[in-house]
């Protein structure tokens, strides 16, 4: 990682270990938000304006947090794991976004769904790896980091746009029959009227 960038995440992290019980998951939450949505820009065909309507516009089918998890994993940009934490972490920010006050990392749902964080705890120190508060942040930067350069690799592999069919013209085979090796349809003219038969 550059220097510029683990002082940016340590200045993050900083920040995030200070924030409230509500303050943290939302702001942990809106990083990962912002690495997938940059994930995607990374993947998607470089069209600016299809792009844009579909992840950042007004109503745009991939402009929530949920949205873009679902397709980030559907398209192989991130893993199992890297679903399954976002996911929890998803569950618990709605926790605390969606209640009206004492939410805190004592609600027996809250502390049961920062249990169930698969991120690996750091052995030694002076960490409470059993409080629901240290899980969350746990898991937060560790799906940070694995995220943090993920667009930068994803570009490598962005999507082009390409011709699925080399060839949809219409053809009068009496006089310029389709390249060789070309599949195609036939149609013969139908006579109209007392004629036909």
């Known amino acids: 990682m550059l220097l510029e960038h683990a002082e940016d995440l340590s200045a993050f992290l900083s920040e995030l270990q200070q924030e409230t019980d509500r303050g943290l998951p939302l702001v942990g939450a809106a990083l990962i938000d912002e690495k997938l949505l940059r994930t995607l820009e990374a993947f998607f065909v470089k069209s600016g304006k299809c792009s844009e309507r579909l992840l950042t516009s007004g109503n745009a089918p991939l402009s929530t947090f949920s949205a873009r998890t679902e397709a980030c994993y559907a398209l192989g940009l991130i893993d199992d794991f890297e679903y ?21 990392f004592a609600n027996n749902r809250i502390s049961g769904l920062c249990t169930s964080l698969k991120s690996p705890l750091p052995d030694g120190g002076t ?67 007392k004629d036909a038969t």
Do not use: M, Q
């Open 84 to 104: 399954s934490e976002i996911a929890l972490i998803r569950k618990i920010r709605n926790e605390f976004a969606h209640s009206k006050h004492g939410t805190s």
């Open 127 to 193: 960490y409470d790896t059993n409080s629901a508060r240290f899980r969350l942040i746990n898991a937060i930067l560790c799906v940070v980091l694995r995220l943090y350069y993920r667009p930068e690799w994803v570009e490598k592999e962005r999507r082009e746009p390409k011709k699925w069919v080399p060839d949809s013209r219409w053809y009068d085979t009496n006089k310029n029959p389709p390249p060789e090796g070309a599949g195609f349809i036939g149609l013969h003219p139908v006579k109209v009227g």
